[in-house]
């Protein structure tokens, strides 16, 4: 089995900012691609960001210039850096990730449980 565990939501200021990580553990031989959707209420869940292997990034428009995703591999580890925050930021964020859990498997996503943002003065 595998988890991916997040941290790091909470109150921010509108233009203030947050460090969303995501560490995945368990059985995992290859990380592959992970990523970071939110929903906020009433919404359907978006894709926000994702970044590959070899680290290369995808960005939802509305987040451009604004988030920053990485991640670490020794760590199995993906963060966000969310800065100059919105209002309409606010969601539940969730973290995903494409593991193969033993040589030779293909990859199957995993979701973490969420991490609530709220962005209010």
């Known amino acids: 089995q595998v988890q991916l565990v997040e941290s790091g939501g909470g109150l921010a200021q509108p233009g203030g900012s947050l460090r969303l990580s995501c560490a995945a553990s368990?059985?995992?031989?290859?990380?592959?691609?992970m990523g970071w959707y939110r929903q906020a209420p009433g919404k359907q869940r978006e894709q926000v960001a994702t970044?590959?292997?070899?680290?290369?990034?995808y960005y939802t428009e509305s987040v451009k210039g604004r988030f920053t995703i990485s991640r670490d591999n020794a760590k199995n580890t993906v963060y966000l850096q969310m800065n100059s925050l919105k209002p309409e930021d606010a969601a539940v964020y969730y973290c995903?990730?494409?593991?193969?859990?033993?040589?030779?498997?293909?990859?199957?996503?995993?979701w973490g449980q969420g991490t609530q943002v709220t962005v209010s003065s």
């Open positions: 970044i590959t292997r070899g680290s290369a990034t």
């Open positions: 995903t990730a494409d593991v193969s859990p033993e040589r030779g498997t293909s990859p199957r996503g995993y």
């Open positions: 368990g059985s995992i031989f290859m990380l592959y691609g």
